[in-house]
Nanobody, 120 residues
Framework: QVQLVESGGGLVQPGGSLRLACAAS????????MAWYRQAPGKQRDLVAS???????NYADSVKGRFTISRDSAKNTVYLQMNGLRPEDTAVYYC??????????????WGQGTQVTVSS
């Protein structure tokens, strides 16, 4: 079994910062790409940022220059540093990771989600 556990969400004022973390644990033989998605009420789940196994990164246009994704491969952990937060960043943030089992079959796993609220 594989689990992704997220932490770091909360309430922050506009212009503030938060750092999300997501740690993968369990029967892991390899971790490929990792990513953060978010879903606001009544909207679809959208990609925020992704990072490959060799640390190539990709960002949604709305967060470029404000958010930074990084990973610690030794800890199977991905981070999302969020600066300059805006009310429109309010959403539930989900961690995603592509993980291989002992047969080297990859599949996507999701975290439980962590709430980020940006409000004064």
């Amino acid at each position: 079994q594989v689990q992704l556990v997220e932490s770091g969400g909360g309430l922050v004022q506009p212009g503030g910062s938060l750092r999300l973390a997501c740690a993968a644990s369990g029967s892991i033989f390899d971790v490929g790409a990792m990513a953060w998605y978010r879903q606001a009420p009544g909207k679809q789940r959208d990609l925020v940022a992704s990072i490959g196994s060799v640390a190539s990164t990709n960002y949604a246009d709305s967060v470029k220059g404000r958010f930074t994704i990084s990973r610690d491969s030794a800890k199977n952990t991905v981070y999302l540093q969020m600066n300059g937060l805006r009310p429109e960043d309010t959403a539930v943030y989900y961690c995603n990771a592509r993980i291989a089992n002992k047969l080297w079959n990859y599949r996507d796993y999701w975290g439980q989600g962590t709430q980020v609220t940006v409000s004064s």
